[in-house]
T-cell receptor
């Protein structure tokens, strides 16, 4: 079974600071990797996804993530955060081609002060 | 595109009643739907997976007689919490995917906050 670990529970940054949120997964096979964002009062929205190919994936709103297979990691980054990035961020994984559901990490709350 | 509508968004009811939550994919056919439960300050916990026309597959520890899932069409799944009790109070989120093989993202509804008095 897959599992996902997010290292940071709550991150507090000032605007224009750089962001990196850690995500590690545990699974013996090939996986799809996702980052979702949940703004206050809204549903989960897909930020970016990795299925195969270039391990550096770019998503919406200036976010990117890098898949490092040897480290089982898929960290999320943004060079300069904005106040509007304040939200809950979830890393998720599923097994490729297996039809399985997304398994989520516990989430990281990002608070950006202006 | 890829909108998932969940209804109701909030329900309060007395202990012992049954509550039905609907999940609809508005602009795509949801071959597979998922139901999650989210406790405050915690992650989404998968409850069950359903493929259209098939019985739902429940995760370990989830009572299938308590949480009835029906996925009768490619655009609608329902979760019925039967004889609800205060410990069933939670945030329930549905999710839909257009294929069975994990190669498309899951799209999420807004969730239903269930409060049992």
């Amino acid at each position: 079974a897959q599992s996902v670990s997010q290292h940071n529970h709550h991150v507090i940054l000032s605007e224009a600071a750089s962001l990196e949120l850690g995500c590690n997964y545990s699974y013996g096979g090939t996986v799809n990797l996702f980052w979702y964002v949940q703004y206050p009062g809204q549903h989960l929205q897909l930020l970016l996804k990795y299925f195969s190919g270039d391990p550096l994936v770019k998503g919406i709103k200036g976010f990117e993530a890098e898949f490092i297979k040897s480290k089982f990691s898929f960290n999320l980054r943004k060079p300069s955060v904005q106040w509007s990035d304040t939200a809950e961020y979830f890393c998720a994984v599923n097994a490729q081609q297996a039809g399985t559901a997304l398994i989520f990490g516990k989430g990281t709350t990002l608070s950006v002060s202006s | 595109g890829a909108v998932v509508s969940q209804h109701p968004s909030w329900v309060i009811c007395k202990s012992g009643t049954s509550v039905k939550i609907e999940c609809r994919s508005l602009d795509f056919q949801a071959t597979t739907m998922f139901w999650y439960r989210q406790f405050p300050k915690q992650s989404l916990m998968l409850m069950a997976t359903s493929n259209e026309g098939s019985k739902a597959t429940y995760e370990q520890g989830v009572e299938k007689d308590k949480f009835l899932i029906n996925h009768a069409s490619l655009t609608l799944s329902t979760l019925t919490v039967t004889s609800a009790h205060p410990e069933d109070s939670s945030f329930y989120i549905c999710s839909a995917r257009g294929d069975r093989y994990s190669n498309q993202p899951q799209h999420f509804g807004d969730g239903t906050r269930l409060s049992i008095l």
